[in-house]
């Protein structure tokens, strides 16, 4: 029987293995089918596998092996691209074939569709297309490789080596500490193939590795990720970094008067903390970048408690401090020339008889009243008398607020992009080339001033956590820029973006878990303003 045939039978046989979910990785449809030659010698090696990219067809033009699929296939004496040909893959984006023993040192060989060779920038869709379809290209590949037991995966760099990084190291990535260990899937060393730019590739994983940090913090159940051990947690990840990190208690906070923060800790049993976090890679005189995250390691909504269904989600209110923390490490890792700073307060809202009550009103720092109107809208309460002392004592040169606010992002952007809010134009154009590149794109919100008024409707109090009409989300930023005198502002809602990852997942992120976006963005953003 010769080859062909062999390959023709096999194929036939693997249909059903091709439709299984474990084999499935990309939201298409099936994308790799296993096609065994012979068997393993039996001895106890680790197994490695290799990633390589496949351009699509152009016109005429046959599909093209990447560069180090160019030198795999020489490598295998032209088996790759006879058995591409046989197979029939023609380089469409994320769907490939994984082949078995074509080699005797890696035992699996995947081959991803790439797209079209030469993709750039998309001004319709605004995103670098070549660096997206190979973090898609490096993550199916990775995760195809992960699901055959390979303990080391080689992934070809497709002349972006940064990229291949990033979507193999987040998609190997797994939250699986509360498995069973017998049940773990392993995640499989990660090695470049093919290029020889490994700072690039380090890169990479620097900021793969703080998004899947992100990740983690986030999808943490609630009763495991209580403000002390996302304390703890915090510290275990920052002071190996040489990034300095304060943990303030209760006492702290009753002298500092920060009684809107307080107004929502009050109504749960665990002690509200606030973090500190000051990471200095320049000149200590210079001012530095100030972050905010909003830190609810669980919100139920208090009195105005929100539906059951679904309400496990809301250990995800706790990814802004998340997201904040994990760029924070990045910078450090990446040894950026910047001075960043950030304040986390760390709290539950929990309905009970010391709860804050729909109707209550605050006095903060500045001297201004806020109603709380919706108990469930925690998030502008609780980060209001934050925002205000953090301005007053670190005195920063740019304000970013980071949390998921309001559900009204969620529904005018879903998933696509993070809303953003800014007085500031330079800042969005930094983020939208930031988000551009990372393939985690940012979208312009309005701050005008009509919603300014909303959230002052009446003379009897100042601000209203809720304002009024149904812009939640532009009402949230509205409110909290009310708190921010004369500093450029940056806001981001992340309702939609950087909680439970639902519709059109992209390959490297798991569906059903929390995403730990928009970190990457953040951490483009952190290294463009320290190149000014």
């Known amino acids: 029987m010769t080859r062909s045939q062999v390959a023709s039978l096999l194929r036939r046989s693997t249909m059903g293995l091709m439709r299984a979910p474990r084999s499935t990785i990309y939201v298409k449809g099936p994308l790799h089918q296993q096609v065994r030659y012979k068997c393993e010698d039996g001895t106890n090696t680790p197994l490695q596998g290799v990633v390589i990219g496949l351009y699509a067809k152009d016109g005429d033009k046959s ?59 998309n001004a319709e869709e605004v995103i670098e297309e070549g660096m997206e379809n190979v973090r898609v290209c490096a993550a199916v590949g990775a995760r195809s490789c992960q699901l055959q ?21 987040m998609a190997v990535w797994r939250n699986n500490m509360n498995q069973r260990k017998s049940s773990r899937v392993a995640i499989p060393k990660l090695e470049l193939y093919g290029s020889t730019d490994h700072d690039a590739w380090t890169r990479g ?14 999808d943490t159940p609630a009763n495991q990720m209580t403000p002390s051990i996302f304390a703890q947690a915090t ?70 408690l929100l539906p059951a269904k679904g309400m496990d989600e809301y250990r995800g209110a706790v990814s802004g401090a998340a997201v904040c ?33 729909p109707g209550d009103l605050v006095t903060l720092l500045n001297g201004k009243t806020m109603r709380i109107k919706d108990a469930s809208l925690a998030g502008t309460v609780l980060l209001a008398d934050p925002l205000l002392y953090a301005q007053t004592a670190m005195k920063p040169k740019l304000v970013v607020e980071v949390g998921a606010m309001a559900s009204g992002v969620r529904m005018g952007l879903g998933a696509s992009a993070t809303g953003l809010w800014t007085n500031n ?21 309005p701050l005008w001033s009509y919603f300014s008024k909303l959230v002052a409707p009446t003379r009897s109090y100042d601000l209203c956590n809720r304002g009024v009409g149904h812009a939640s989300s532009c009402l949230a930023a509205a409110m909290l820029f009310q708190l ?47 190149c000014k």
């Not at 037991?149 to 979507?167: F, K, L, R, S, W």
């Not at 304060?246 to 307080?262: A, G, H, K, T």
Request: hydrophobic letters at 40%; charged letters at 20%; a negative charge.
């Open 149 to 169: 037991g390979c303990t080391i995966c080689h992934v070809d760099g497709m002349e972006y080596p940064e990229q291949a990084a990033e979507g193999a190291a």
């Open 205 to 218: 994983l620097f900021k793969a590795e703080s998004q899947n940090l992100a990740r983690r913090l986030s």
């Open 63 to 121: 599909a093209k092996l990447s560069p180090g699929g160019e030198k795999f296939d020489d490598r295998s004496g032209g088996k790759v691209m006879e058995l591409i040909k046989e197979s029939g893959l023609s380089g469409e984006l994320g769907v490939g074939r994984l082949f078995q023993n074509l080699d005797k040192e890696f035992c699996c060989v995947a081959v991803v569709g790439l797209g079209p060779e030469g993709a750039a920038y």
């Open 235 to 304: 510290v275990d990840a920052l002071c190996p970094c040489g990034v300095a990190v304060e943990v303030r208690s209760m006492d702290w906070i009753e002298n500092q008067n920060l009684n809107s923060f307080l107004m929502v800790a009050k109504g749960s049993c665990e002690p509200p903390v606030i973090l500190e976090i000051s990471y200095c890679g320049t000149s200590p005189e210079e001012r530095p970048i100030l972050m905010l995250g909003k830190g609810l390691t669980f919100n139920s909504g208090g009195l105005s």
């Open 325 to 357: 923390v994990a760029a924070i490490r990045a910078a450090a890792a990446l040894s950026l020339p910047i001075n960043v700073s950030a304040v986390l307060p760390l709290c539950e809202s929990m309905p009970s008889g010391m709860a804050m009550k």
């Open 425 to 445: 134009a330079f800042l969005w154009k930094n983020f939208q080339k930031a988000g551009t590149l990372t393939g985690d794109r940012l979208w312009r919100m």
């Open 484 to 530: 921010v005198p004369c500093s450029d502002w940056v806001h981001l809602d992340i309702h939609g973006t950087g909680m439970l990852a639902m519709h059109g997942v992209p390959p490297y992120l798991l569906q059903n878990h929390m995403s730990g976006r928009p970190t990457r963005s953040i951490i483009q953003f952190l290294f463009q303003m320290a």
